[in-house]
């Protein structure tokens, strides 16, 4: 009756028909109204049929509350394990501030808890509550109720705690709800630790934790995308620190290049990123910043990088190690249409800037340390491909592509003019100036040695009897001389034939040897060498102290000066092996009667630490550097100038101090 009269109410109050009534409700509750319904229309037949039946009616009732009641509980049942399925569900995330997120708000719902805590190992609490954040500073107060352990593969990881703002109980159901969530929630847990520690070893350097090369490709393309023409890289290699792996052992070198982290860190600061790329390599990318700004934090680097490292190596007192490093620096400026750099409009990519901050880092290094920028121009790894044996043997006809620039040297003693060397250029028609470092190579795969140096020689010696004739400047004119051709038999006879024509004594001609040449046969450069020194051409052998037999060569070949390499001159300052070195050979090479010439003389004071060794003469950019034959003419005149005042000076100085004795 109760059943019929409630379907009824519902007909009349919305309007609808008893059918629709029945589709509105659950299936599980339409089933029972129906029940209901039947078996009171059955009871009521039957007790209009047989009174004495009226007491099966509690019997009947009973059942039917007993068929409820089991599907009510039926029904809270999977409405529970729904519930947990969509909370374990939004756990399956990879990452762990998300996980403790999502478990704090699903168990607040699941448990209708006041506030739901996570407390993990390390300390870090997470916590919410499940009637909005505005209830959180009160949940502290309330009692935890309950609490399971958060655990995964026999790892404790922490625990989760339900607060309630009064005595609750948990049924058996909830209890095992409870502890199945906190289960589930420990692998996902740890599962996020997992697949964060994996990414973090992908792109992090597990000794200095800096990111690493991966990262470093990632970032530098991202960065190209945000900053296409503004992006830049430096690249760092520490000089000898092989040599502090090898003393000190493994633990003083990892020690070190965790200080040179941190020490580039703070250089660079929060205008760029700093990366190790391995063993003692760094990278920092410095995207949207002016030059200015890059030129600072390169400075900056320097002289972090300058102050010793003091390391604990187990010794009554810290070894105090000082490293300097080579630094290239690229910028990702695209390439023009006709540029050899990297062809026709093509795009500069993460790979391609990392090449060219390596280039630039190796030419600092092969100059002594320091700083170098890139330039294409001086880029053999990437020319090379171009550079054809046509086009060379085209251009050594032409003296509009090569081109010869001088460099003076000076004696540093008095500062009077004592030469010049000569140094190609190429200027080619399409791709620009090629320095000698471009040139030589592809013309020693041209097999066309001897015929450069012709052409630098001809343009030499007209220079040197112009400067003669217009300035009254008489100074030695040095010309580098390729390894193969010292191999030609028939040099000298060549040499002397330009010698006659412009009427230029042997000794105003100066022959530059590369060390290099230590690795062909001396026997047969000796041959030709000496056949040059009895014309009376000078022998000067360059880059000394860098190459496989410098005391051999000064003992078999016919050498008249030693041109100390740029990579010891300016480190002198800074390394007191370099002085040694420097000081060595200049005495090495007074013992022998020979000249001596140091070579990349960048500020005053080298100049007055070899003028204080004894060194013979200098050249760098100090002084100049290479110019044109007139400008070179120029400064050569002025340079001889000034030297003849300084001389009358001292004249006048020395005349008065006798005048008053």
């Not at 762990?96 to 997120?101: C, P, R």
């Amino acid at each position: 009756m109760n059943e019929a009269l409630t379907t009824a109410a519902l007909v009349f109050a919305q309007g609808q028909t008893v059918w629709q009534v029945l589709a509105g409700s659950r299936g599980r509750d339409q089933v029972v109204l129906v029940a209901n319904l039947a078996v009171g229309v059955f009871m009521a037949s039957l007790t209009s049929w047989a009174v004495w039946t009226a007491f099966l009616v509690p019997l009947a009732i009973g059942a039917l509350r007993y068929v409820y009641s089991s599907s009510v509980r039926l029904q809270q049942h999977e409405d529970a394990f729904k519930r947990l399925e969509e909370v374990t569900n939004a756990l399956n995330q990879l990452d762990e501030a998300a996980v403790l997120e999502e478990l704090v708000a699903g168990s607040a719902r699941l448990f209708r808890a006041e506030a739901v805590e996570v407390v993990l190992g390390n300390g870090t609490v997470v916590s919410g509550t499940g009637r909005g954040n505005e209830q959180l500073a009160a949940a502290d107060a309330l009692p935890v109720i309950v609490h399971r352990p958060l655990q995964a593969a026999g790892e404790h990881l922490g625990e989760i705690r339900l607060r309630f703002a009064s005595q609750v109980t948990l049924t058996d159901a909830e209890q095992r709800t409870f502890s199945t969530l906190a289960a589930i929630a420990g692998v996902s847990i740890a599962n996020a630790r997992q697949h964060e520690q994996t990414r973090q070893d992908a792109i992090l350097d597990p000794l200095t934790n800096l990111p690493n090369r991966r990262a470093l490709m990632v970032a530098i393309n991202l960065a190209l995308a945000e900053h296409p023409d503004t992006v830049s890289l430096l690249l760092v290699d520490l000089d000898r620190f092989k040599d502090v792996n090898d003393t000190l052992g493994h633990a003083a070198g990892d020690r070190l290049l965790q200080e040179v982290s941190e020490r580039l860190t703070l250089a660079v600061a929060a205008d760029g990123q700093v990366y190790r790329l391995g063993g003692d390599e760094f990278a920092i990318l410095v995207p949207g910043v002016t030059p200015r700004q890059l030129v600072s934090i390169a400075d900056r680097m320097v002289q972090r990088l300058a102050v010793p490292v003091r390391l604990d190596i187990g010794m009554a007192s810290p070894v105090a190690v000082t490293v300097f490093g080579s630094i290239g620096v690229a910028k990702a400026v695209a390439a023009p249409a006709a540029s050899m750099l990297t062809g026709p409009g093509e795009k500069v990519d993460a790979t391609e800037l990392l090449r060219r901050a390596d280039v630039a880092m190796y030419r600092a290094k092969g100059a002594g340390g320091g700083i170098d920028h890139y330039d294409p121009n001086s880029d053999p790894t990437s020319l090379q491909r171009l550079l054809l044996e046509p086009e060379l043997r085209t251009a050594l006809e032409d003296p509009e592509q090569i081109v010869v620039e001088f460099q003076p040297q000076l004696d540093a003693t008095t500062g009077a003019p004592t030469g010049a060397e000569a140094l190609v250029r190429w200027r080619h028609p399409v791709y620009g100036v090629l320095n000698a470092d471009v040139v030589i190579p592809a013309v020693a795969r041209a097999g066309l040695d001897t015929r450069l140096t012709m052409t630098v020689l001809e343009r030499a010696l007209q220079a040197r009897n112009h400067w003669l004739d217009k300035y009254g400047v008489d100074v030695r004119v040095a010309v580098n001389l390729a390894p193969r051709s010292v191999l030609d038999r028939t040099l000298p006879d060549q040499i002397a034939r330009h010698l006659r024509h412009h009427r230029t004594t042997a000794d105003r001609l100066v022959l530059e040897l590369p060390e290099t040449v230590a690795t062909t046969d001396l026997d047969a450069v000796a041959t030709v060498l000496t056949a040059l020194h009895n014309l009376g051409v000078q022998i000067s052998l360059d880059d000394f102290g860098t190459g496989g037999a410098p005391l051999t060569m000064l003992a078999r070949l016919p050498v008249d000066e030693v041109k100390i390499d740029r990579s010891f001159i300016t480190e002198m300052n800074r390394s007191a092996t370099s002085e040694a070195i420097v000081r060595a050979t200049v005495d090495l090479a007074h013992s022998l009667r020979l000249r001596t010439v140091g070579v990349g003389v960048g500020n005053a004071t080298l100049d007055r630490s070899l003028r204080e060794l004894g060194c013979d003469a200098v050249q760098g950019h100090f002084y100049s550097g290479p110019v044109d034959a007139d400008a070179a003419g120029v400064l050569l005149a002025e340079a001889n100038k000034a030297a003849q005042r300084r001389q009358a000076a001292d004249v006048v100085r020395l005349a008065s101090v006798r005048r008053r004795r």
